[in-house]
C-alpha cells in the first residue's frame, strides 16, 4: 500500500483553501488547512508534510516570515524539514514579492488567480 502524501495549505482566503485541498483530495492527499501563518509552528511540530501550500500576504505572520522560519529551523523539532516542497501564493506581492519568496526558500511561486492545472505543473514539476 502506497505512503499518503501529506499536504499543508495555509492561506486566509477560504476560496483558496479550498480549491487547492479539493485538487489534492482528489488526487489522494491528506490535506490540513490553516487560515494564518501563526498556527504553522504549531502544525510542523505535530505532523510531518510533503508540501506546503502557502499564502505571503496574510494578517498575523505573513508567508515570508512563516517561509524565513521553516527554512532557519530545519534541524529543529519539526518534523517537516528543510526538504519540503513549498509553493507561495500571492495576489498582491507582485513579481518582486514572489522572485524574494524564492530566494528565501519556496521551490515555486503562483499569482493569483491561478488554474489548478497550473497548481497541478508546479506540485509535479
Given at each position: 500500500?502506497?505512503?499518503?502524501r ?19 483530495e ?7 488547512k490553516?487560515d ?21 500576504m ?22 517537516t524539514?528543510?526538504s519540503?516542497?513549498?509553493?507561495a501564493?500571492s ?8 522572485g ?21 505543473r508546479?506540485?509535479?514539476?
Open positions: 500500500m502506497a505512503v499518503q501529506r499536504a499543508l495549505i495555509v492561506d486566509d482566503e477560504p476560496s483558496i483553501r479550498f480549491v487547492v485541498s479539493k485538487a489534492l482528489e488526487r489522494g492527499w491528506a490535506v490540513r490553516l494564518d501563518g501563526v498556527y504553522v509552528e504549531d502544525a510542523l511540530e505535530h505532523d510531518a508534510f510533503d508540501l506546503v501550500v502557502l499564502d505571503l496574510m494578517p498575523g505572520m505573513n508567508g515570508f516570515e512563516v517561509l524565513r522560519k521553516m527554512r532557519a529551523l530545519a534541524n529543529g523539532n519539526w518534523k524539514r528543510a519540503v516542497r513549498v509553493i501564493l495576489g498582491k506581492a507582485g513579481d518582486e514579492g514572489l524574494f519568496a524564492q530566494r528565501i526558500g519556496a521551490d515555486a511561486v503562483l499569482s493569483k488567480p491561478f488554474e489548478v492545472e497550473e497548481l497541478w508546479v506540485i509535479e514539476g
